[in-house]
């Protein structure tokens, strides 16, 4: 065909991958001092930040850790439900979808 249109793909190639929440879910019974340690250990977080997300989650029931690719967010999400368990502490961690 003589006229046949060119359709050009204008949408861009380069993806961003899809990031996931890591979050921690408020209990009556751990540490405040045990979920400082956690965001410390596991997050990055400096004293003051932890304890503002600690109380954050204290009081709202949960609070973000931090956003990750999958195989970040479900390492850091295992680690930390692990230490919990191995520290007798009911603490859970989960992630998300953002
Ligand atoms: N609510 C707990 C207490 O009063 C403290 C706590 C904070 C527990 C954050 C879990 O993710 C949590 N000891």
Redesign the pocket.
Known sequence: MADTEVITESKSKTKTPPLYRVI?????????D??ILVLKKFFQKDASEATKI??Q??HQG??LCGTFTYEIAETKTYQVNQFSRQNRHP??CVMEKE
């Open positions: 921690l879910m408020n209990d009556d019974y751990t540490p405040m045990f979920v600690m109380l989650i204290h949960s609070g603490l859970k």
